[in-house]
């Protein structure tokens, strides 16, 4: 089975820009968790999805949002980016929900 | 608000010692505690995990701690080898399809 993919896994933007990260999660995981990774806070948990539904989210203010396709695939969006954005996103499936996560490789965003 | 709690923030152990990663927890509620591994570049990947009902779990060279009454867990990793020098994080979720939460990792370098 192909692991988490995620696209693309660089970028540079500029503040008050917008950016779309993509995940592609493992084939029959319904369960897309998204994460934030700094090195000072660690991973903070964003939000998750199951079958279309954002079941969970955590405490990030409403510039981020994510979605999920019929397809499991996600996608997250970070707007009106601040230099305080700059991280590397990871994507996690699971088959039903945050028991096993299996990760991708994240996308590392920088915001100058 | 963080509320698992993990130290040391890194780690230097010498090549056949015993490396030790202590979390501690908030609330008691949770219900779940893994561990994950994460080198450069990768994401992270559950290492081993432990549920309150037990007080150790033991995987190769692995082991979870779990004291309940202390609210605390640690891992042990025995005969420390330079390919286990990685990014460790503890985590605790309150079961079911809560999400995890993450320790700010431990940065583990294991010296020949």
């Known amino acids: 089975k192909a692991g988490v993919t995620q696209t693309p896994r660089y970028l540079i933007k500029t503040r008050g820009q917008q950016v779309t990260l993509s995940c592609s999660p493992i084939s029959g995981h319904r369960s897309v968790s998204w994460y934030q990774q700094t090195p000072g806070q660690g991973l903070q948990f964003l939000f998750e999805?199951?079958?279309?539904?954002?079941?969970n989210k955590g405490n990030f203010p409403g510039r981020f949002s994510g979605r999920q396709f019929s397809n499991s695939r996600s996608e997250m969006n970070v707007s009106t980016l601040e230099l305080g954005d700059s991280a590397l996103y990871l994507c996690?499936?699971?088959?039903?929900?945050?028991?096993?996560?299996?990760f991708g490789e994240g996308s590392r965003l920088t915001v100058l | 608000q963080q509320q698992v709690k993990q130290s040391p923030q890194s780690l230097i152990v010498q090549k056949g010692g015993i490396s030790i990663i202590n979390c501690a927890y908030e609330n008691t509620a949770f219900d779940y505690f893994p561990w994950y591994q994460q080198f450069p570049g990768k994401g992270p990947a559950l290492l081993i995990a432990i549920r309150p009902d037990v007080s150790e779990k033991k995987e190769g060279r692995f082991t979870i701690s779990f004291n309940k009454s202390a609210k605390q867990f640690s891992l042990h990793i025995m005969d420390s080898q330079p390919g286990d020098s990685a990014t460790y994080f503890c985590a605790a979720n309150l079961g079911g399809n809560t999400p995890l939460v993450f320790g700010k990792g431990t940065r583990l370098s294991v010296i020949a």
């Open positions: 996690a499936s699971s088959e039903q929900g945050p028991g096993e996560l299996f």
């Open positions: 999805y199951f079958s279309e539904t954002q079941r």
